[in-house]
């Protein structure tokens, strides 16, 4: 018996064969580790990405933010030109920026609020403004102090500025005819003008302006 065990220890044929045998075990075995590590973090991923969907409930916000909060970003500048001027300038990601009234606007503080605008101020009404094409044909060109319009309430006229050094592609006509849209949204339906600054006038615009941030802490004020 012992002398049979030798010949098939000394044959290659049977010795290649355990060892490819052996070979492939490991294999397997390498193989059975590798799916159980893809396994395991594909689980870790599902759990990421479940914690990342599913926020929790103690993290969320009171309220939704707002379209103005998802779509853009807040800007503001304060007492411009004169002391209570504040606005604001929503910019998209597209470049554009929204043009309005912050809430701390000296015109919000007289009794009664705003009761008119007009957009005939300077040397043109910049309610008939029509702009076309990719070029935006007859866009106005603004400096950032350039009269947008004038609000008026039952006993002050305030005048509106740019804010922004650029195109201005559009007014709120709406608030013509609706002006106590300045009082109740002043920040959505009630914006007063769209306007585009190039890249390069909105870098040196931007130095001037505060973020949301600031400026509820300078004015003491929460939105």
């Given at each position: 018996?012992?002398?049979?065990?030798?010949?098939?220890?000394?044959?290659?044929?049977?010795?290649?064969?355990?060892?490819?045998?052996?070979?492939?075990?490991?294999?397997?075995?390498?193989?059975?580790?590798?799916?159980?590590?893809?396994?395991?973090?594909?689980?870790?991923?599902?759990?990421?990405?479940?914690?990342?969907?599913?926020?929790?409930?103690?993290?969320?916000?009171?309220?939704?933010?707002?379209?103005?909060?998802?779509?853009?970003?807040?800007?503001?500048?304060t007492?411009?030109?004169?002391?209570?001027?504040?606005?604001y300038?929503?910019?998209?990601?597209?470049?554009?920026?929204?043009?309005?009234?912050?809430?701390?606007?000296?015109?919000?503080?007289?009794?009664g609020?705003?009761?008119?605008?007009?957009?005939?101020?300077?040397?043109?009404?910049?309610?008939?403004?029509?702009?076309?094409?990719?070029?935006?044909?007859?866009?106005?060109?603004?400096?950032?102090?350039?009269?947008?319009?004038?609000?008026?309430?039952?006993?002050?006229?305030?005048?509106?500025?740019?804010?922004?050094?650029?195109?201005?592609?559009?007014?709120?006509?709406r608030?013509?005819?609706?002006?106590?849209?300045?009082?109740?949204?002043?920040?959505r339906?009630?914006?007063?003008?769209?306007i585009?600054?190039?890249?390069?006038?909105w870098?040196?615009?931007?130095?001037?302006?505060?973020?949301?941030?600031?400026?509820?802490?300078?004015?003491?004020?929460?939105?």
């Amino acid at each position: 018996m012992e002398i049979q065990k030798t010949e098939v220890a000394k044959n290659p044929e049977i010795e290649e064969i355990i060892e490819l045998t052996k070979l492939k075990q490991s294999e397997e075995v390498e193989h059975c580790d590798e799916q159980q590590k893809q396994a395991q973090d594909a689980e870790e991923d599902e759990d990421e990405l479940r914690n990342l969907l599913l926020a929790d409930i103690g993290e969320l916000p009171i309220s939704p933010p707002s379209a103005t909060q998802v779509n853009f970003v807040s800007y503001f500048i304060t007492d411009f030109t004169k002391p209570g001027h504040d606005q604001y300038i929503y910019r998209h990601a597209n470049g554009l920026c929204v043009i309005g009234l912050a809430p701390t606007h000296i015109a919000f503080k007289d009794e009664g609020g705003i009761t008119n605008i007009d957009f005939n101020v300077g040397k043109s009404d910049r309610s008939v403004l029509k702009v076309s094409g990719k070029r935006k044909k007859n866009a106005m060109r603004s400096e950032s102090n350039t009269a947008l319009c004038k609000v008026s309430t039952a006993n002050e006229s305030y005048i509106v500025r740019c804010c922004v050094k650029g195109s201005l592609l559009e007014v709120n006509e709406r608030l013509i005819k609706q002006p106590q849209l300045l009082n109740s949204s002043a920040d959505r339906e009630g914006y007063i003008a769209i306007i585009m600054p190039r890249p390069a006038d909105w870098t040196k615009n931007k130095e001037s302006l505060i973020t949301l941030e600031e400026y509820k802490e300078k004015k003491q004020v929460s939105l």
